[in-house]
């Protein structure tokens, strides 16, 4: 049972166009999401992140969106750049989980941003 | 400061064989969680180690799988007679435990092959 869902395995954007990821989550006790971009052997470095009492949070390029009632986030990046191409993973947390605030992650985007 | 650190970086074992990874989150970090990502798929939680509290440890796949965190700072992973579906890139994570302090820092990881 995947509790975040990333529909799009890849995505292929022009530089300077916008970017938007999105991420689909099942579970309704989660209340704090994430964005990660990993490059290859790497490990994830976060990239913005919002509380479920927000429905949008910025962050230079980068902005996430929250909608509740359809259990969906998306991020957007504008105006992507070459350098942004990276595997994107959305994550969920739940603060009532008792491991402690433990992520469950989507299955990655993989983001090209073409010259 | 310095991020998390992880050894080795990369593994290659044989089947049958005992492996243990090694993580050093970030100094003053309390909070420390070791995921696992497979071939194409998404990050997978193993488990969570809280100050001097119990880990918890309801992610790890089978009881060949252990981790120890000694001191409350440096953490081992230990994989028992490894099997071929052991083979990932192991994450490790620190957060400084606080309550809202939800963003989890990814060390580089461990890529495993188990032949």
């Known amino acids: 049972d995947q509790q975040v869902k990333q529909n799009s395995p890849s995505l292929s954007v022009q530089e300077g166009r916008i970017s938007i990821l999105n991420c689909d989550y099942t579970?309704?006790?989660?209340?704090?999401f994430l964005w990660y971009k990993k490059y290859p052997a790497e490990g994830p470095t976060f990239l913005i992140s919002i509380s479920s009492i927000k429905d949008k949070n910025e962050d230079g390029r980068f902005t996430v969106f929250l909608n509740k009632s359809a259990k969906h986030l998306s991020l957007h990046i504008v105006p992507s750049q070459p350098g942004d191409s990276a595997v994107y993973f959305c994550?969920?947390?739940?603060?009532?989980?008792?491991?402690?605030?433990?992520?469950?992650f989507g299955g990655g985007t993989r983001l090209m941003v073409k010259p | 400061g310095a991020g998390v650190s992880q050894s080795p970086s990369n593994k290659v074992t044989e089947k049958g064989k005992d492996v243990e990874l090694r993580c050093d989150p970030i100094?003053?970090?309390?909070?420390l969680y070791w995921y696992r990502q497979s071939l194409g798929q998404g990050l997978e939680f193993l488990i969570y180690f809280q100050g001097n509290s119990a880990p918890d440890k309801s992610g790890l796949p089978s009881d060949r799988f252990s981790a120890e965190r000694t001191g409350g700072s440096v953490s081992t992973l230990t994989i028992q007679r490894t099997q071929q579906e052991d083979s990932a890139v192991y994450l490790c994570a620190s957060t400084p435990g606080l309550a809202g302090a939800k963003t989890q820092y990814f060390g580089p990881g461990t890529r495993l092959l188990v032949l």
């Open positions: 994550a969920a947390s739940a603060s009532y989980n008792n491991a402690g605030n433990m992520l469950t």
């Open positions: 100094s003053g970090h309390t909070a």
């Open positions: 579970n309704s006790m989660f209340d704090y």
